[in-house]
């Protein structure tokens, strides 16, 4: 007999949500793969509280917990492990532990104590953590894992990994598994969000599909593989895998070094030698996730190499440059000023290509008239706040797209994007790629980078450890997102 | 019925009078002050305390059920729930309770049960004068007897005797999942007559002892008009062969069958109507033209509502190119509740 923990019965909040089937047992890891945006945020949001309904009953353990009638706020036990880390990162792994929990009401703390059951507790999933150290020092694997243990320690039924690929690498990923698997045993359920069935079905048990906030699909493991997929993603193969992308790709020459790095040490850093050529796309991709932080530091001009070069158009790097464009993780948050109308945050890194833009009403409406239509806003208006992250998306990339810079440098451009955002990107890259930009890509997981990709180089200990040619990606055993098609 | 219901009009009632008591008590404010001036701040407090003590009032014992009233009629117009038309733990007035219970009682279960019912026995009946059906499995007959086997002739006639024996025998009532799946594994044999091993049937039981789940009772002809429906709609068009999976699991207190195909699967539009005609109930589907399809699932859908509630009943899901799945929650039942029905 199967123990249920979690049960959604034909909910319904419209425009979002129709007619959600699902369940959950205990000891599971059921995958969730959402192919657009759509009601994901709001499904993950009825897991973790309360909220109103249009029609459909939650049950917990299955006892009926909330319905369309009930209007209590009620939070769940459930955690949600993404990118932002729910610890606090000024205190200590046994304060996050052992203080910051419900029942935590000791007055006075024994630290010595403390760490010591911190060790205890941790050694089996093989972390060993030097008593009072803060979160802020550990790397992300080790703040994931602690987030599990926390899960643990209070009795949480249901933990969310919620695109962990995104800021977890992929040796650490094939490190997470037994641990998953370990808690999966000891009774924890696990529903893992992800937007590629590559990552997610090498964890889940069985695995739900969403398209259009509608549970399209309930994948058992025999029906868990690509065969199946490609009846559900056709549209992406359709519009990526096309003949002439691909011939583009390999016929382009990629001459000159735009960007060169000679010998380059800093931080994770070490000898690390790499050229990317005019017009070439690069994937720099670091599965420890140790050497990507630091060279992006390098590029923006923030830190100076401790030793060798790194140079772009013969320059050292700096941000003043308008012909260098850096996007760093989270690009929509930090590169969006709401604050400014829709058209001036288009053409915001534009002026120098354009002279007296910013006098010129009439000229920056001219610029802006054919893209009123791809945006559906109004272009003098300040950029909504409820504007989906689709439109946000689109809206930096448009802006990189008038700057054209000679180089570009992405840090994982397609996290959290759903199938039709990576197509819109990868549609984007295209057109960056034959107006002639360098693109350099830094990623710790290769999501749908290599479509975009003429090379991928493989750093190992802060230097690259081997590359391979467009032709050669098929070789790549990992975890890999799609790879095109010879 | 209970006396001491509370009502939403007697709510209103006493809010008006309080809210006329305070107006009162506003309009005697400057009275207060000619007399006595030191009591300002005090009848000012208490003034603006009782205002927002019968504003909070009113909002969580009359606008909050006020909404939980309209949002109930709402689905009821949508055909989301048939269960009511009033809020009953707040319901507006002692009338529109007594009357939804009447419209209740004229609408719910039993008109639409016998409509279902009838409706089950006529798609049974159907199928037995359906000439396709029985142009194909006398076909059988005969080519087996010319081939000489008189074994497997005989086998044949018995399955399909027996088929129809189970299917003319009472709906109503509830039988064991042993039965229902004997009944849908005869069914399925018949068909197999028809394409030979370019179908076939797995059973798959998500526990060590199937025994366990074979006890369980559910509504009689639950299974065999998915399946029905599954070959007829999903293998039969499909090139190639074809696999029926029936894959059974049981919670604490449900028993959940999964009947997937790999067919042709459904058109998206096709998926979206029959969909939206599970998720609402209405006597709608009883008229409806055979050809539109789904005809079958609505009927096993309603019947299972009607007798379990709304929180059980299917759930299809499908995809062309990959096939159909239907997921018919049950809840666990290992009386006879024949009768019941």
Request: hydrophobic share 40%.
């Amino acid at each position: 007999m199967k123990r249920e923990v979690f049960r959604l019965e034909q909910v319904s909040l419209p425009p979002f949500l129709h007619d959600i089937h699902l369940s959950l047992c205990s000891g599971e890891i059921v995958g969730l793969i959402a192919l657009d945006a759509l009601g994901l945020e709001e499904l993950l949001e009825i897991f973790q509280r309360n909220t109103p309904l249009l029609y459909g009953h939650v049950y917990i353990h299955e006892q009926l917990v909330h319905d369309y009638l009930s209007s209590s706020k009620k939070e769940h036990n459930v955690m949600v492990i993404d990118r932002s880390s729910i610890l606090v990162e000024s205190l200590s792994v046994e304060e996050n532990l052992f203080v910051l929990r419900k029942g935590g009401k000791q007055q006075l703390l024994r630290f010595s104590l403390l760490s010591h059951q911190m060790q205890q507790i941790l050694a089996p999933y093989g972390l060993d953590i030097p008593p009072r150290t803060l979160i802020q020092d550990l790397p992300h694997f080790e703040r994931l894992v602690i987030q599990l243990v926390k899960a643990k320690l209070n009795r949480t039924f249901l933990v969310i990994l919620k695109e962990i690929s995104s800021f977890v690498s992929e040796v650490d990923l094939t490190r997470l598994k037994p641990i998953i698997n370990q808690l999966c045993s000891e009774g924890l359920t696990f529903l893992y969000v992800g937007n590629h069935h590559e990552e997610v079905f090498q964890f889940a048990h069985r695995c739900y599909l969403m398209r259009e906030g509608r549970i399209i699909k309930h994948l058992l493991s025999d029906q868990m593989n690509d065969a199946i997929m490609s009846h559900y993603i056709f549209e992406f193969a359709d519009t990526v895998g096309t003949a002439d992308r691909q011939r583009h790709y390999e016929q382009t020459p990629h001459s000159d070094s735009v960007l060169v790095a000679d010998h380059l040490s800093y931080g994770n850093i070490k000898d690390l030698s790499f050229t990317v050529g005019n017009g070439e796309t690069i994937v720099l991709f670091d599965r420890e996730h140790l050497a990507l932080t630091d060279l992006f530091a390098l590029l923006e001009g923030q830190a100076h190499a401790e030793a060798g070069t790194l140079t772009i158009n013969g320059k050292i790097p700096s941000t003043k440059d308008r012909s260098i464009v850096l996007v760093p993780p989270k690009s929509i948050e930090r590169l969006l000023f709401n604050q400014l109308s829709v058209l001036d945050n288009l053409l915001f890194s534009s002026d120098h290509k354009i002279r007296g833009v910013w006098r010129s009403r009439s000229r920056r409406r001219a610029l802006g008239s054919p893209l009123e239509q791809l945006f559906d806003l109004d272009p003098d208006q300040s950029v909504p706040p409820e504007l989906d992250s689709a439109q946000r998306l689109r809206l930096v990339y448009h802006r990189i797209l008038l700057q054209s810079p000679t180089f570009l440098c992405v840090v994982q451009p397609f996290t959290s994007a759903d199938m039709y955002q990576r197509m819109e990107l990868i549609k984007i890259f295209d057109e960056l790629k034959q107006k002639g930009t360098s693109i350099l890509i830094l990623a710790v997981s290769l999501s749908d980078t290599l479509q975009i990709a003429d090379r991928l180089l493989l750093v190992k200990n802060g230097r690259i450890d081997f590359e391979l040619k467009r032709s050669e990606f098929a070789q790549y055993q990992g975890f890999a997102g799609s790879i095109p098609k010879e | 019925m209970d006396n001491k219901q509370p009502f939403l009009e007697q709510r209103l009632i006493l809010f008006f009078i309080l809210f006329t008591a305070l107006l009162v008590s506003a309009m005697l404010f400057p009275l207060i002050l000619i007399t006595n001036k030191s009591a300002l701040m005090v009848t000012a407090l208490v003034l603006g305390c009782t205002t927002i003590a019968l504003f909070g009032y009113g909002y969580v014992h009359i606008l909050l059920p006020y909404r939980r009233s309209k949002h109930i009629l709402r689905l009821f117009a949508s055909g989301y729930t048939l269960t009511t038309i009033v809020d009953e733990s707040i319901p507006l007035n002692k009338e529109l309770l007594e009357a939804s219970q009447m419209l209740i009682e004229l609408v719910n279960t039993d008109q639409l049960m016998n409509e279902s019912k009838r409706q089950a026995q006529y798609l049974a009946l159907q199928n037995q004068i359906n000439p396709h059906f029985l142009y194909n499995t006398l076909e059988g007959i005969r080519g087996e007897a010319l081939l000489g086997g008189l074994e497997s002739v005989a086998t044949m006639t018995e399955a399909l005797s027996t088929f129809f024996r189970y299917t003319i025998s009472g709906v109503e009532n509830l039988v064991t999942l042993k039965q229902e799946l004997e009944n849908t594994q005869n069914y399925f044999f018949i068909q197999q007559f028809r394409f030979g091993a370019r179908i076939k049937l797995e059973t798959h039981f998500e526990e060590e002892d199937p025994e366990k789940l074979l006890g369980y009772r559910i509504p009689k002809l639950t299974l065999q008009p998915i399946v029905e429906n599954s070959i007829v709609h999903g293998l039969e068009c499909k090139i190639g062969e074809g696999t029926l999976k029936i894959r059974i699991e049981h919670t604490k207190t449900r028993l959940v069958v999964t009947i997937r195909d790999d067919g042709v699967g459904m058109q998206k539009e096709v998926l979206q109507r029959i969909q939206n005609r599970l998720t609402t109930r209405s006597f709608e589907y009883v008229k409806r033209d055979e050809q539109e399809g789904g005809i079958a699932l609505m009927n096993v859908n309603n019947r299972i509502k009607l007798l379990f509630g709304e929180q059980y009943g299917l759930n299809v899901t499908s995809e062309e190119g990959v096939g159909t799945d239907v997921v018919i929650s049950l809840p666990k039942s290992k009386e006879d509740r024949g009768d019941e029905a």
